[in-house]
């Protein structure tokens, strides 16, 4: 809901938003408002998605459509990363979904190392998802990416780009 008449709601912080992230919140909501008649209402929900984010607060997030607000995009398992002081970093699926079981090829259970997501090193992919969620520093980009990586809430975001994953381990 927007401010009811003789309401300001204020950005505190958007002078050091703007300084930090060389990202200009209010412009990018007046580009969006000139683009209303042009874009589709997934393109509106992506764009103010990405506004949103690129503020990089945990407190000014994204709501998506209501019709979304349970929905997930999942894959059933979960990938966990870890890297010790002198290597490069290791993601390990920790979890595969007991439903999935029969539907994966044998080999890729729990403890395999994932290599690469859709042809992209996986540290690379994760790398770019993390500039698509919410984090005010780099780790806290990168744990949110490598979560969302196989469940993405989408009351918080648009669905993926993606209709399918090839997961090379």
Partial sequence: HGPARGELHVLAHLPAKRARYAFDPVQRLRILRGQLDSLSDAGFHIELADILTRLRDAHTTYQGPRALADANAALPFSIERWQDEYEAPHYIVTHVAKSARGKLPAAFTE?????????VPIDIAVQRRSDYVWGGRADTQRAAALETMTLRPL?????????WVIVGY
């Avoid at 395999?112 to 042809?119: L, M």
């Avoid at 009351?155 to 209709?163: A, C, I, S, V």
């Fill in 111 to 119: 403890g395999v190392a994932i290599e690469f997501w859709n042809g």
């Fill in 155 to 163: 009351r918080f975001g648009p669905p993926p780009d993606e209709q």
